[in-house]
């Protein structure tokens, strides 16, 4: 039986730290109040000439030094954005160039919050059906190209960062399960509503959120997710060594770590330094507490996001 391992992680966040107290001079609000209500204290931005791009090469290059890793050894290249640099090619296209990848298949997943989680999952599904023996799964977002800097109800939320992961074949998991879900029935409850077909709004989209109501959806769908992912492996709560969850929302975390049964202790939170990155908070908060020395190799890890779409899944794995 061929399972799917992590042999190696990358993360990159750009040089601009945003305090709350800067976003204060800006929109009416107040470090207390972001820091209360999200948890979030600082977010990084990309610089004017900084692409989504950008962010995931870097990640990439530390995730395949990480691995041991050539570019000419990855034969699958997924790189989950909600902010591409071009409409086309996609920017795994563009990534796979910028490290000289040339011949086997690169592509986006657009799942917003939950991208990487669907970017793991498909990179699972290639390497257990045998098409592919190393995968390259990035997460890499510039959610400020697409935020409403004059919207204080979101403009405080968002940050920019990649994470990666390359993953390889192996005799022993690796991955356990990966589930996916989607409901399109809540499109308008968090969204960036233009896109290149609809011509009636400004391109680009900026985001608008419908935020109590995305936050008790996140809360509730998460906790049944957690159920389900569990249920699957006849795991009980404590099984669960760290959870790494999306990063939107301490109280969200702190709610999904009590349906875990974990002390925050055993959760990784980047939310305070990272914001919400999308795609790529996943990837980075892994990365993150792997390079600390918290997760450690033959570790449970629990992987969750919720995000537009709706879209939510979640990664159980031994590291
Ligand atoms: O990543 C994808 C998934 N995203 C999420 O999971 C985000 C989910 N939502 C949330 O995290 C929270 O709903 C927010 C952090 C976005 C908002 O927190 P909340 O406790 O749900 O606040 P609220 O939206 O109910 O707003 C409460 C008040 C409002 O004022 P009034 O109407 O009570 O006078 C807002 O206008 O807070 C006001 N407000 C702010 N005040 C200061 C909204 N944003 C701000 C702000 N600073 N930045």
Redesign the pocket.
């Known amino acids: 039986m061929t399972y799917t391992r992590i042999l190696g992680t990358g993360g990159y966040l750009p040089d601009r730290v945003v305090t709350n107290a800067e976003l204060a001079r800006t ?4 470090d207390e ?2 820091v209360s ?2 948890g979030i204290r600082e977010r990084r931005l990309a610089g004017d000439r900084e692409t989504t791009c950008d962010l995931a090469e870097q990640a990439a290059r530390v995730a395949l030094e990480a691995a041991g890793c050539q570019a000419s050894d990855i034969d699958l290249v997924i790189v989950a954005t909600t902010t591409p640099d071009r409409v086309f090619p996609a920017t795994a296209c563009l990534l796979q160039d910028r490290l000289g990848i040339h011949g086997p298949p690169a592509f986006d997943v657009q799942a ?2 939950t991208g990487f989680i669907y970017a793991l999952s498909i990179a699972d599904k290639f390497i257990r059906a045998g098409s592919c023996r190393r995968a390259l799964v990035v997460g890499a977002e510039t959610m400020s190209r697409i935020v409403d800097w004059s919207d ?2 979101t403009c ?2 968002f940050g920019d960062g990649a994470g990666a992961v390359v993953v390889g074949a192996a005799d022993e998991p690796g991955i356990l399960s990966t589930h996916l879900h989607a409901d399109g029935a809540y499109k308008d409850l ?1 969204t960036a509503n233009t896109g290149v077909s609809d011509v009636r709004a400004a391109w680009p989209g900026r985001i608008t ?1 419908r ?2 109501e ?2 008790r959806m ?1 809360v509730t769908t998460l906790d049944a997710l957690v159920g389900e992912t569990l249920a699957a492996h006849g795991l009980a709560q404590g099984d669960v060594r760290w959870l790494v969850p ?1 990063q ?2 301490t ?2 975390i702190a709610a999904t770590a009590k349906r875990l049964g974990l002390p925050m202790e055993q959760v990784v939170v980047t939310v305070d330094r990272h914001g ?1 990155t ?1 795609g790529a908070s996943i990837p980075l908060a892994f990365d993150t507490a792997v390079r600390d020395g918290r997760i450690r190799r033959g570790d449970v890890v629990l992987m969750e996001g ?3 779409g709706f879209t939510w899944g979640s990664v159980l794995l031994t590291f």
């Open positions: 929109v009416d609000t107040s109040w972001i209500r999200t917003v919050c204080r109800s405080v939320l968090l959120m935020g109590n995305v936050f996140a999306h939107a929302n109280r969200i919400n999308s919720f995000g537009g």
